[in-house]
C-alpha cells in the first residue's frame, strides 16, 4: 500500500541521503511534539560570506540615517519625558502638541488612553513628509547602487565604500 504521508525520522533519512552536495539538515521539535526540518546551505564562499556581511552593514548604516533623517524632516517625536516632573516642564514650556481632532472625537477617546493624544516635540517644527519621501527615495537609489557595487568590487576596497556612504548619507539631507 502506497502512502502519501511521511515520517519526519524518513524524511531527514531522505534529506541527508539526497544527491545535493554540501547540505546539512537540521531538526527542530515544535511545542506539539511535530519536527521542522531547516535546511542549511554551507556552500557559501568565505568571500561571499564577507560581501553578505557588507551587504548587513549596509542595511545598518540605512536605518541610522533613516532615523536622523526622520528627525531632520520633523516626522520624529522628541523621546517622552522621563519624570513627573519633566512632563510638567515640557507642558509649561509648550513643547508637545496634541491632536485635538482625533482627541474630541467620542468614538477614538478613552479616559484610559488620553495620553495617546499627546506628542512631546517643538510644535513650531513642521513634518515634512513631501521633503522626506523625496529624499528617500533617492537614498534608495544609492543604496541600491552600493549593494551592486558590493557584488563586484575588490574586498580590500569595501570598508572604504561603507565609510564613504554612512559619510555621505549623513550629510545628505541636511
Do not use: C
Not at 13 to 34: C, L
Not at 52 to 66: A, K, P
Not at 136 to 157: C, M, N, P, S, W
Amino acid at each position: 500500500m502506497i502512502s502519501n504521508t511521511i515520517s519526519s525520522a524518513d524524511l531527514v533519512s531522505f534529506m541527508i541521503s539526497a544527491p545535493v552536495k554540501y547540505r546539512t539538515v537540521a531538526t527542530t521539535p515544535t511545542p506539539t511534539g511535530e519536527t521542522t526540518m531547516h535546511d542549511f546551505s554551507t556552500t557559501q564562499t568565505e568571500t561571499e560570506r564577507t560581501r553578505d556581511s557588507f551587504h548587513s552593514d549596509v542595511e545598518g548604516v540605512s536605518s541610522t540615517v533613516r532615523e536622523q533623517a526622520r528627525i531632520h524632516f520633523g516626522l520624529e517625536d522628541d523621546t517622552p519625558p522621563a519624570t513627573w516632573d519633566e512632563f510638567i516642564k515640557r507642558v509649561q514650556d509648550g513643547r508637545v502638541k496634541v491632536d485635538l481632532e482625533r482627541a474630541n472625537n467620542p468614538s477614538r477617546f478613552s479616559y484610559h488612553y488620553a495620553g495617546q493624544f499627546v506628542r512631546f516635540r517643538d510644535p513650531n517644527k513642521a513634518e515634512d513628509n513631501i521633503g522626506y519621501n523625496a529624499w528617500r527615495e533617492q537614498f534608495g537609489k544609492r543604496k541600491t547602487e552600493l549593494h551592486r557595487e558590493i557584488r563586484v568590487a575588490d574586498l580590500t576596497k569595501l570598508p572604504k565604500m561603507l565609510k564613504d556612504f554612512e559619510t555621505t548619507e549623513s550629510k545628505s539631507f541636511h
